[in-house]
Structures are given as structure tokens and as C-alpha cells.
């Protein structure tokens, strides 16, 4: 296998988790990728501690204070053996019936979010964190649940340009 996923339910003590980890290294013939989602608020797979929600940074606007709590959450999983982490969630919250994104994403504005998102990989990226910006295309502007339904964004190919895939184009570009 190229790379591992724990999840919530593989979490039991930090000792575990490293331990785990530290494990999958040494079964690998290559250097895994070993992933968590730890966002931050609502998504954190390990929850000895807590981080805000990233609408918080948002509100905030101050980009030093995203690159510190964006620092300190993955100091404390590369501190566990994790090199990836499934973060930063990109998705505009551009549909305030969602019921997955709220908080989760910086911003209702993609020119906000998108700057925040931006900062986040490239601190992540810094200390040699593999990043992912989510939920590509976009998942802010749905009403379903995608983890029990298949949601779809009914807007022209300029709209979605407009809002939901600008954090993902400054995420790549």
C-alpha cells in the first residue's frame, strides 16, 4: 500500500496513534503516506485538543493567526507520524442550507476564503505536511448531507468559476 488513513474510530490514546504509525513506517517498502482529517472544529480525528473551526480565522482575517493555528495543528500530527493531512476544507459557504460546511470554511466570500486557504498550504507545505484542499469542486453551495446523499450544485460553469472553484484554483495554482 502507498499510504494509510486513520479515522476517528482508530483513535484511542496519542501513545496508540504513534505507535500505530510508527509501525506502518516499518511495514512499508517505501515511505507511506500516513493521513489524518484534522481540520480543525468539528473535524479533528484526534481530539486531545482543541482548535477553533476555521470560520473563526475567517472572521479574523488576520493571516498570521491562521499560519499559528495552522502551525500548531499539524505540529501535533507530524508529532504522531502523520505526513498528510486531509486539510484545508476550500469550499465557499455559499449556501447557508448546508449541512456539512458551515464553519468549516473560512468564508462565505471565495476571495477571503480562497487567501486563507492559500496561506494554509503553503504553511502546511513548509513543514513538509502533504495538503489537500476539499471538497473539490466545491461542496458549499449543496443542501444534502454527501456522506448520506449525492448532492448536486445546479449554477452555470461561470458561476461555479466565480464562487466555489476560486480557493480551489489558488490552491493549485
Given at each position: 500500500p502507498a499510504g494509510f488513513i486513520l479515522f476517528g474510530?482508530?483513535?484511542?490514546?496519542?501513545?496508540?496513534?504513534?505507535e500505530c504509525n510508527q509501525k506502518l513506517y516499518a511495514l512499508?517498502?517505501?515511505?507511506?503516506?500516513?493521513?489524518i482529517d484534522q481540520e480543525g472544529g468539528r473535524v479533528r480525528r484526534i481530539k486531545d485538543t482543541y482548535w477553533?473551526?476555521?470560520?473563526?480565522?475567517?472572521?479574523?482575517?488576520?493571516?498570521?493567526?491562521?499560519?499559528?493555528?495552522?502551525?500548531?495543528?499539524?505540529?501535533?500530527?507530524?508529532?504522531?507520524?502523520?505526513n498528510a493531512n486531509w486539510a484545508p476544507c476550500?469550499?465557499?459557504d455559499s449556501n447557508p442550507d448546508n449541512p456539512v460546511i458551515g464553519d468549516r470554511s473560512f468564508s462565505r466570500s471565495p476571495e477571503l476564503c480562497?487567501?486563507?486557504?492559500?496561506?494554509?498550504?503553503?504553511?502546511m507545505h513548509s513543514m513538509n505536511m502533504i495538503a489537500c484542499a476539499k471538497h473539490f469542486p466545491g461542496h458549499g453551495d449543496t443542501d444534502l448531507d454527501s456522506h448520506l446523499d449525492l448532492p448536486t450544485v445546479?449554477?452555470?460553469k461561470r458561476d461555479i468559476e466565480n464562487c466555489e472553484l476560486?480557493?480551489?484554483?489558488?490552491?493549485?495554482?
Open positions: 474510530r482508530n483513535v484511542e490514546t496519542l501513545e496508540q496513534v504513534w512499508s517498502k517505501q515511505p507511506p503516506i500516513l493521513s477553533p473551526p476555521m470560520r473563526h480565522l475567517g472572521n479574523l482575517d488576520d493571516l498570521d493567526w491562521t499560519e499559528k493555528i495552522i502551525r500548531g495543528i499539524n505540529q501535533e500530527i507530524l508529532d504522531l507520524g502523520f476550500a469550499d465557499v480562497a487567501k486563507h486557504v492559500e496561506r494554509c498550504i503553503e504553511v445546479n449554477k452555470s476560486i480557493p480551489f484554483q489558488r490552491s493549485i495554482d
